[in-house]
């Protein structure tokens, strides 16, 4: 049984949960002990009293956890990134990529905690000065969803601890294998007992139990937008800071001035790639009427050529759906869609491979209109819907028509409508002749409307959520 880790010490519990493969479901990968009520508070109490020295510890020494932490996860990018793939289903490509991305993320906040900086303001009062320093925002709850179980651990955790909070980490259910391996390796890297606490288990239990501690500070979330809000609510009478990254339907505008192989790619990319299960896919491909038939004609020849099987087999292109809950969630709304008036021009039939697991061949819906459910709410598969509208205009007023704003893109060769889109998009992300999803780790990442509340992610502006700027004025 792999242990909870509270208080610089491993800790068993009596109760442990199978982690399984989703390429292979007799692959059983381990079993991890599961914190109730009792080991979160522990947990929380450990993060609590860690924190009035961890927050005054010298950037040198952030620094250096960090980076040694962050050269352990590089020297092991083919190892963990065979786990990751394994216990989540994304090919093994996607899986070492996501593992260099989360050494390069301790990297970049190694860095970072050397380059934390204040200002000196003069004042408007004679001989006054003014002092504006940031400080870290304490006891910050971490809890992460599972399709990016290296990647999102490491965007929260290494901030937080880069600006000198202590930790409180609930990783998702079924991903619990990534996020021990990489507090493991902090924890050798050299914290503190304390800084940094994993509690494994379910989230009604544990990440409700943190949400309704009061000595939690700050709590960031990634996840769907039911749980976000539940969040949101929950932590009001704590009067917390929060940040939320949640759900996305992110249109991809194909203009009929768009390089058709280039849209091609960014589409099948954008919308398929990692089994479709990431926020930031795009599910709603926007076509205008001149390149429509010839889109539609190459995407889904495109899609009949991908090999969909066991993540870690040599010459898969798409791995599996991550569960069988999921697997029911994308027939369930290909059915729908169907229902509703789409048709269903290729893909959305369950494989039978090798080995037992959740395969399903990635679907692809034309002639769906914006009202269909299939177009406002989001799939989490690898299922995209084509919408065919007229022109530009009405390609900008679709793609904006939603309650998500996560990420958005456009495949034009034309400046004009290049610039318009970046300018009017209601997203937090612009894409143009790029996939959706797939973004940079030292840049801001976040979105709009349901999809995100609360200052941006990653690069420094992270540090808008992990510190709290103080003001101080003194008189001669
Ligand atoms: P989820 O909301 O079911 O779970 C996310 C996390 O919240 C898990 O760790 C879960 O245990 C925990 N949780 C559940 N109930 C809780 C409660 N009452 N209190 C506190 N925590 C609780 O989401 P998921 O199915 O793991 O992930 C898929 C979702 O995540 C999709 O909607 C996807 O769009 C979203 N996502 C968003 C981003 C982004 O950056 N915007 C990135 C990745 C995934």
Redesign the pocket.
């Known amino acids: 049984m792999r242990p909870l880790l509270i208080n610089g010490e491993w800790l068993t519990t009596s109760h442990a949960s199978e982690n399984i493969n989703p390429s292979d479901t007799s692959d059983v990968i381990d079993s991890f002990a599961q914190a109730g009520l009792a080991e979160t508070q522990d947990a929380i109490s450990a993060a609590d009293a860690a924190f009035a020295s961890w927050s005054l510890s010298t950037p040198q020494k952030r620094h250096d956890i960090l980076k040694t932490a962050g050269d352990e996860i590089m020297r092991r990018k083919d190892e963990i990134g065979e786990l990751l793939s394994r216990e989540e289903g994304k090919i093994l490509a996607e899986g070492i990529g996501e593992t260099v991305r989360a050494a390069q993320i301790f990297l970049f906040f190694a860095a970072e905690s050397l380059r934390l900086t204040g200002d000196k303001v003069a004042s408007v009062r004679p001989g006054v000065e003014v002092d504006i320093t940031r400080e870290p925002a304490g006891v910050v709850g971490i809890?992460?969803?599972?399709?990016?179980p290296v990647a999102?651990p490491a965007w929260k955790i290494a901030p937080a601890l880069c600006y000198g909070n202590t930790v409180v980490f609930?990783?998702?259910?079924l991903v619990p294998a990534c996020s021990w391996t990489i507090v493991d390796i902090l924890h050798r890297a050299g914290l503190p007992a304390g800084v940094l606490n994993l509690v494994m288990g379910?989230?009604?239990v544990v990440?409700?139990c943190?949400?309704d501690d009061a000595r939690v500070n700050a709590i960031t979330?990634?996840?769907?937008?039911?749980?976000g809000a539940?969040?949101a609510k929950d932590s009001l009478p704590h009067m917390r800071r929060l940040q939320l990254?949640?759900?996305?339907k992110n249109p991809l505008v194909i203009l009929d001035d768009a390089d058709l192989d280039v849209a091609v790619d960014v589409a099948v990319n954008g919308s398929y790639y990692s089994t479709g299960q990431r926020?930031t896919a795009s599910s709603r491909l926007i076509v205008t009427e001149g390149i429509h038939a010839r889109f539609v004609e190459a995407v889904a020849e495109r899609l009949n050529n991908l090999v969909v099987d066991h993540a870690l087999k040599p010459g898969t292109d798409i791995g599996p759906v991550v569960d069988a809950t999921q697997l029911e969630q994308d027939c369930a709304y290909i059915e729908t869609a169907r229902r509703e008036g789409g048709n269903l021009r290729t893909g959305g039939a369950l494989l039978k491979r090798d080995t037992q697991g959740y395969y399903l061949s990635p679907a692809l819906i034309t002639d769906t209109t914006p009202d269909m459910r299939i177009n406002r709410e989001?799939v989490?598969g690898p299922v995209a819907s084509v919408m065919r509208v007229r022109d530009y205009d009405e390609a900008l007023s679709v793609a904006n028509d939603s309650e998500f704003g996560?990420s958005a893109g456009i495949c034009t060769t034309s400046l004009k409508y290049a610039s318009d889109f970046k300018r009017k998009s209601e997203v937090g992300m612009v894409m143009v002749n790029l996939p959706t999803a797939g973004v940079d780790y030292h840049v801001p990442f976040g979105?709009r409307k349901n999809?995100?509340l609360g200052p941006r992610e990653q690069g420094s502006y992270a540090k808008e959520f992990y510190t709290t700027v103080k003001t101080a004025y003194t008189a001669p």
């Not at 609930?170 to 259910?173: L, S, T, Y």
């Open positions: 809890i992460t969803p599972w399709n990016f999102i609930k990783p998702a259910e379910a989230g009604s990440g409700q943190m949400v979330f990634t996840g769907s937008v039911g749980t539940r969040i990254e949640m759900g996305g926020c989001e989490f996560l979105g999809s995100s």
